[in-house]
C-alpha cells in the first residue's frame, strides 16, 4: 500500500493504461541489457518474470546481472513446479537453470514455484459454450492447479513482509483434480453436463501449429502437457494456507467467480 512501483514495459503507449501516481514506467528490451540496468537503478526489490520462450535463461541472466549491478536488495522470481536444471522438461529446466543462477548470485532472493493455473481452463471457454466439451492430452492424471490471484497474494506477501530471503515457495490449489473431476465440477456450477475429452499429444501439437504457434514453443508445451500427463504435478502443499493464512482458492470457487465467462 503506498509503494512506488516502477513498471519494464516495451512499449511506452500500449502501456500508458499502468501509468498512476505511483507507477512509473521505463522503457526497455530484455535483449538490450543496458534499459535493464537503467530501469533496476534505485529499485529495493524487484519481481522477474519473462515470456515462456526460448531465450528466456538469457533474459534472465541478463535480468540477474543488472540487479546485482545496482544493489537490488531483494529479487523474487517466478518459477515453476517441477522446475529442475538437470531432469525436467525443458520449459521446467530452462527455469531451473535460472533458479541454480539467481541462488549463486549473491543478490536476496526468494522463488516461485507455482503448479499451472486455474485461469488455464479459459482458453476453452469455446468449445465449453458450443460444445460442452474441453480437450487436452493430460489423460487421467491429477494435477492441484493454483488461482493466479494466490499467486499474486503470495508475491505480495513475500515483497510487503520479512523473513522470506532465500526461500524456495511451492504454490498449489487446496486439492489435485483429475480433468474429469474439473469437467464435474464445471458440470455442478454451470448447470449443464461438461465433458472433459482426452486427446493424444499429437492432435494438440496439430491445434497448436493452425494456431501459428512457433515451433519451439510446440514441442516446449507438448512436452510439458506430458510431463503433466504423467501425474508428475499432483503434488498439494500449504504454502498459501500458510502464508495467507486462508485457505487456497478452489477450482470450483474459481467458476463460480468466472461463471459468466462460461455462460457469455
Given at each position: 500500500m503506498?509503494?512506488?512501483?516502477?513498471?519494464?514495459v516495451?512499449?511506452?503507449?500500449?502501456a500508458?493504461?499502468l501509468k498512476?501516481?505511483?507507477?512509473?514506467?521505463?522503457?526497455?528490451?530484455?535483449?538490450?541489457?543496458?534499459?535493464?540496468?537503467?530501469?533496476?537503478q534505485?529499485?529495493d526489490?524487484?519481481f522477474?518474470?519473462?515470456?515462456?520462450?526460448?531465450?528466456?535463461?538469457?533474459?534472465?541472466?541478463?535480468f540477474i546481472?543488472?540487479a546485482?549491478?545496482a544493489?537490488?536488495k531483494h529479487v523474487?522470481?517466478?518459477s515453476?513446479?517441477?522446475a529442475?536444471?538437470r531432469?525436467?522438461?525443458?520449459?521446467?529446466?530452462l527455469h531451473?537453470?535460472?533458479?541454480?543462477?539467481l541462488?549463486?548470485?549473491?543478490?536476496?532472493?526468494t522463488i516461485?514455484?507455482?503448479?499451472?493455473?486455474?485461469?488455464n481452463?479459459?482458453?476453452?471457454v469455446?468449445?465449453?459454450?458450443?460444445?460442452?466439451?474441453?480437450?487436452?492430452p493430460?489423460?487421467?492424471?491429477?494435477?492441484?492447479m493454483?488461482?493466479?490471484?494466490?499467486?499474486?497474494?503470495?508475491a505480495?506477501k513475500?515483497?510487503?513482509?520479512?523473513?522470506?530471503?532465500?526461500k524456495?515457495?511451492?504454490i498449489?490449489?487446496?486439492e489435485?483434480?483429475?480433468?474429469?473431476?474439473?469437467a464435474?465440477k464445471l458440470?455442478?456450477v454451470?448447470?449443464?453436463?461438461?465433458?472433459y475429452?482426452?486427446?493424444?499429444l499429437s492432435?494438440?501439437?496439430?491445434?497448436m501449429?493452425?494456431?501459428?504457434?512457433?515451433?519451439?514453443?510446440?514441442?516446449a508445451?507438448?512436452e510439458?502437457?506430458?510431463?503433466?500427463?504423467?501425474?508428475?504435478?499432483?503434488?498439494?502443499?500449504d504454502?498459501?494456507?500458510?502464508?495467507?493464512?486462508?485457505?487456497?482458492?478452489s477450482?470450483?470457487?474459481?467458476?463460480?467467480?468466472?461463471?459468466a465467462a462460461?455462460?457469455?
Amino acid at each position: 500500500m503506498g509503494q512506488r512501483v516502477r513498471a519494464f514495459v516495451r512499449n511506452s503507449a500500449e502501456a500508458a493504461r499502468l501509468k498512476r501516481s505511483t507507477i512509473e514506467l521505463a522503457v526497455g528490451d530484455f535483449d538490450q541489457p543496458e534499459t535493464l540496468d537503467a530501469a533496476l537503478q534505485g529499485v529495493d526489490k524487484a519481481f522477474l518474470l519473462t515470456p515462456v520462450a526460448e531465450r528466456s535463461v538469457h533474459w534472465q541472466r541478463a535480468f540477474i546481472e543488472a540487479a546485482r549491478g545496482a544493489g537490488v536488495k531483494h529479487v523474487v522470481k517466478f518459477s515453476g513446479m517441477g522446475a529442475d536444471s538437470r531432469n525436467a522438461p525443458e520449459l521446467l529446466r530452462l527455469h531451473g537453470e535460472t533458479d541454480d543462477r539467481l541462488r549463486s548470485s549473491g543478490v536476496p532472493f526468494t522463488i516461485l514455484r507455482p503448479n499451472s493455473f486455474h485461469q488455464n481452463i479459459l482458453s476453452s471457454v469455446d468449445t465449453i459454450r458450443a460444445q460442452g466439451m474441453f480437450y487436452l492430452p493430460l489423460k487421467n492424471a491429477a494435477q492441484s492447479m493454483v488461482d493466479i490471484r494466490d499467486i499474486s497474494a503470495v508475491a505480495a506477501k513475500v515483497f510487503t513482509t520479512s523473513g522470506h530471503e532465500g526461500k524456495t515457495y511451492v504454490i498449489t490449489g487446496p486439492e489435485a483434480l483429475t480433468f474429469h473431476q474439473v469437467a464435474e465440477k464445471l458440470s455442478s456450477v454451470l448447470g449443464r453436463n461438461i465433458q472433459y475429452v482426452d486427446v493424444p499429444l499429437s492432435t494438440a501439437a496439430d491445434g497448436m501449429r493452425k494456431s501459428g504457434m512457433p515451433q519451439w514453443d510446440i514441442r516446449a508445451v507438448t512436452e510439458l502437457l506430458g510431463y503433466f500427463a504423467s501425474g508428475a504435478a499432483a503434488t498439494v502443499t500449504d504454502t498459501v494456507p500458510r502464508l495467507l493464512d486462508r485457505p487456497a482458492i478452489s477450482f470450483e470457487q474459481f467458476v463460480k467467480d468466472q461463471r459468466a465467462a462460461f455462460l457469455a
